[in-house]
């Protein structure tokens, strides 16, 4: 069995002058619901084995509010390729993961995470939620009955879980924008 857990970054500001997107911080409400996000990873068990994250500030931001509610470091390794990637590159990095870790957790972007969510999971319930919006700070994990992380394939997975900011905390949502 291999677990696949998706993490996209908070919200992140617009109002500072910064040159490039890869730059742009996390506004207020985006640290909160980090935090709050981390809390219920924490309140459900969840750990991984191996942690991959996109280098923009803003999901380097998200992952130090997501352990200070957590209550440890994930201990990210970060990795240019997953900035702003499609499902294919990421598909490729989760096929390329290392056996020996049964959990993943990757962190990044719209829209390749939420698209990458549903190349992967099967129909129901919970898909239908990802098919109406992906907000920031959202987490799906999906189960696969595989031993191999190459053997994870389009439509093979189950979502085991899809928490949204604004399931935990009504203040936190709904989400105006996608970013």
Not at 5 to 17: E, V
Not at 54 to 70: F, H, I, M, N, Q
Not at 118 to 146: C, H, M, N, W
């Amino acid at each position: 069995m291999k677990t696949l857990t998706l993490l996209r970054h908070a919200k992140s500001s617009w109002n500072d002058p910064i040159e490039r997107d890869f730059d742009r911080p996390l506004n207020a409400r985006g640290r909160r619901a980090a935090r709050t996000v981390g809390r219920e990873m924490r309140a459900q068990g969840l750990s991984f084995d191996r942690v991959l994250a996109s280098p923009a500030v803003r999901v380097v931001e998200t992952l130090e509010d997501v352990a200070d509610g957590y209550g440890g470091s994930l201990a990210p390794e970060f990795d240019r390729r997953i900035y702003l990637a499609t499902p294919e590159i990421l598909l490729e990095l989760v096929q390329q993961a290392d056996d020996q870790a049964a959990t993943l957790l990757v962190i990044g972007h719209n829209p390749g995470l939420e698209r990458l969510a549903l190349l992967l999971s099967k129909a129901g319930d919970l898909r239908k939620e990802i098919e109406v919006k992906y907000p920031t700070a959202t987490l799906t994990q999906i189960e696969f009955a595989v031993d191999r992380w190459s053997d994870v394939v389009e439509g093979a997975g189950t979502i085991a879980r899809f928490i949204r900011p604004r399931d935990l905390d009504p203040e936190l949502g709904p989400d105006e924008d996608s970013f």
